[in-house]
């Protein structure tokens, strides 16, 4: 009798045990602010955190095509119980996300950057640093992002990435540097063993829209001095900073043409985090072409050689840039039409390739920006591909635009509202110590997550 009382007392015992472990367990991975953590901030940023690489076999989910309306569904409003947030933007200067969010509901433009969830500048230098708290908002400016940004600094940086790893697939224009006399001069030489027709483009680094660019084949630089005056570069070299000046860069002469002989680049959204690191890719890229017909006869126009939406418009103030915008689903139908790929070409190339390049881009300049609670930035990446579809990276733009012209109609407003509605989502995690992992995060929206340092400590959980 007595034994048998006592194999009760214990069998009791050991099932309240086991019940307060699964209500600590339970518990603890709800968002409720009073209770503990499931671990405690901040991440660390060391390299032994780094995630493998996304594999080109990944799969991406389907992604709404885009329509008359929304496409993002249920995303398109915030789902919070708190009903009020705050934006604040750069004064004097129109900014898209201040059109979109000011319809929302439960969203309020502020004066005061003190007071705002989310503010939004153009450069790093107009972010108002000393009234911002990053526990408790977000600004879209990180750290010396130029490193990414600026045309020469990231050809550098991607260089010095490729050679320490080896499985490296990124593939960018061959890049020369014009910083220096001894560049300028070195390059000269080059240019005595390349074809005379071979061509060449040159790009001020620092500026973007295709500002300061120019087609031009060997022979011309080598004969018009004022071209290529390596006496006269207009450099700006400053230690810890990104070189200005000017590169120049392979001529990709065989891009792919679309809608009848137009060349074509892609422009796609991607949204960087720093704490902790996160890099997502918005899926709905737009598809941007020239206004005239691509031809090597003509170099000296560059609105045949630039797709950019800023040297259409410069050239032709007439030009309807909704027509110079295509979806993706319209550019793989023109594909498989002419017969340079088969249906499912986006999911099955396109997307474990933009995927991977721009996780290699963060890869390579990572470690030259600093980690600063509360910074994100939405960045855009440039496209080139070429008529075989081999993919080449041009540039990754600090400022992309965000007008809503043609088919843009349809992806900026959504890319915007889901942007905001993830990073809140985040901050109210951070705030309470709850778990980052991507399994758990619920304002992901149609975002695809790249790489999420805050995975590596999630195994097994």
Sequence with gaps: MLRATRSKVILSTVLFALALLVISTFSSSQLEPDEKPKYKKPISTSGSLFLKAPPLSRRVPPVPSLALKDPTGQFTRLPFEKKHYTLWTQPKISFVIEEVLGKEEGWAIVKDPAKADLLWARHEDDVPWDLFNGRTQWVNRILNETVITTKGSLAERLAEYKETHPESIIRTPLTHFLYTQEQCQDFQKLLYSQPPSSLWIIKATHLSRG???????????????????????????????????????????????????????????????????????????????????????????????????????????????????????????????????TPGWIYRELYPRIIRYLYEALMATREYIPVKEGTFVLFGADILLDSKLNMYLLEVQTNPGMSTEGVKQWIIPPLLRQTAAFLLELRDRKQIGARLCTSDLQQLGLFLMIYNEADALCSGV
């Design 211 to 341: 500002r300061g660019a120019s087609v031009h084949t060997a022979e011309e630089l080598l004969k018009d001095q004022t071209v290529l005056d390596c006496d006269n570069l207009d450099s700006s070299i400053v230690s810890g900073q990104a070189a200005e000046g000017r590169i120049v860069q392979e001529y990709i002469s065989d891009p792919l043409l679309i809608d009848g002989g137009y060349k074509s680049e892609l422009r796609w959204y991607w949204l960087v985090v720093t704490d902790p690191w996160m890099v997502l890719l918005y899926p709905n890229a737009t598809v941007r072409k020239t206004s005239e017909k691509y031809s090597l006869e003509d170099l000296k126009n560059i609105q045949i050689h630039l797709a950019n939406t800023y040297i259409q418009k410069k050239q032709n103030s007439a030009v309807d840039l909704a027509t110079l915008k295509w979806s993706l689903d319209m550019l793989e139908e023109d594909l498989v039409v002419r017969g340079l790929t």
